[in-house]
């Protein structure tokens, strides 16, 4: 077996643990709402006709935006109510996946219900019984086969849908997935799709199994079948309960830098007596808000970043003075530690082809403007709503002919294949060197400084020995170490691992 492959198998138990949990409590509860609304709409046309209206209308919302509105939604009740509320992780990804499985459940279930023989309701009458007692003895085990089918693709959804759960810091098999796709290492994407996909077409046979023995009054099977699902979910619930003292989370975004920063740190930590987890592929937003709450312990960000997005600054500052006030920032508001900057910046960079450059003599933005009509613009999935890209457009009148976003694993490959004439680049990305591209020159400074800088949570700002582990990072790394570090990851071919890059950048610290 390859050692891409061993690694990749090395995260799959914890990831498809964490991926279990979620997907059946969200499940569980999708069916603890779905199956006594049901028999209320059964009961009552007008009450189903609003529930499935409400059920259908929330299965048009894409999973991943039904993902990102939680987020917000959760972090407001929460700072309404003075906290107590976790807008990061298992609590936004199980709501959810529980309103994406209500439909197939609540529409088979009321399909079932209101299905039966009236014939057989008539006998159930004839015989005296009551409301409960016909619901149990007669409606219920003729409605069970349509109900459990529909169990079956709400459980099918919900196991494929938690993939995303990764973007709001939820650990699970998406983790493979994201991190594979933003290095483009495809063991760990077809890793990731290969587990998500066994898991839920074990889960669907199981749970025909259950549906087969419901059919046939197989009560043996059933049982076996519950048994089976019942010692999966424990053996998944298992790693939870094991105490895990000294356990620090570390956040990382979604590209192969963050990547590498992250397994760096951990190293760190490790060889300080720590144990380590990542929480990869999360947004800006989210992994700032997850510092601030102590749900992520350390993170790498960017000084323009922390600037913009969080301090809504909108002016421009030399970087010290940035760097000063951001650190008194993030202590008085969020009780944040701004530990210091790594040694380099990672800015925005636009970015075009050499022949572009030469033919049209480009040099700068304000050369760029002046050809902007007639140049594709390609960028990352943040950048065209982040306030540097208003910041541009208010110092340099650019109007491109069009624009579309990118995960900046393929924004490089569209730029050097001319389907875009220019990108918004990354200034450590290696990619710009080996692909020869040309950088042009922000001549007003309209965008502001981007320092890596290293931020601690609240609970880990003043805990000496953790402080120390990290202590020796602050300017350390060169620009040209990490272009370098990146490029191994995101290159073609000979790739290295985000923790293998870490180590060759521990170990050019120490040269």
Known sequence: ?????????????????????????????????CLPLAIWAARSPKVAGIALTIASLIQT???LALLALFYPLLLGISALIGGGISAFGFLPALLALTLYALLPILRNAVTGLTGVDPAVRQAADGLGMTARQKLRLVEAPLAAPTIMAGIRTAAVWTIGAATLSTTVGQPSLGDLI??????????????????????????????????????????????????IIAAGLLVATLPPLIARDNVVVIGAKSFSEQFILARLIGARLEKAGYRVRYRDGLGSAVVFQALAQGDVDVYVDYSGTIWTNQMQRTDSQPKLAMLD????????????????????????????????????SLQTLDDLARVSSDFNFGTDVEFLERPEWRMVQEAYPIRFKDARSFSPTFMYPALASGEVDVISAFSS??????????ILEDNKGAVPSY?????????????DRFVSALKPLIGAITVENMRE????????????????AARWLNDKLRE
Request: net charge positive.
């Open 1 to 33: 077996m390859s050692e891409a492959w061993q690694q990749a198998l090395a995260r799959v138990p914890d990831l498809l643990a964490a991926h279990v949990q979620l997907s059946f409590s969200a499940l569980l509860l999708a069916m603890l709402i």
């Open 61 to 63: 919302i894409p999973g």
């Open 178 to 227: 994201f991190a594979g796709l933003q290095t483009q290492n495809w063991t760990l994407v077809l890793a990731g799709c290969l587990f998500s996909a066994a898991l839920a077409i074990s889960v669907d046979l199981l749970l025909g199994l259950i549906e087969r023995s419901i059919r046939e009054r197989r009560r043996l099977l059933a049982g076996a079948g519950v048994a």
């Open 325 to 360: 006030r951001i650190a008194q920032w993030t202590m008085a508001v969020h009780g944040v530690k701004t530990l210091g900057a790594l040694g380099f910046e990672n800015t925005y960079a636009f970015a075009v082809r050499p022949d572009d450059a030469r033919q049209k």
């Open 429 to 438: 990305d290696g990619r710009i060197a080996a692909n020869n591209f040309f």
């Open 451 to 463: 320092e890596a800088i290293l931020l601690l949570s609240p609970k880990r700002a003043d805990e």
């Open 485 to 500: 570090a990146n490029y191994t990851v995101d290159r073609e071919g000979d790739k290295k691992t985000p923790r293998e």
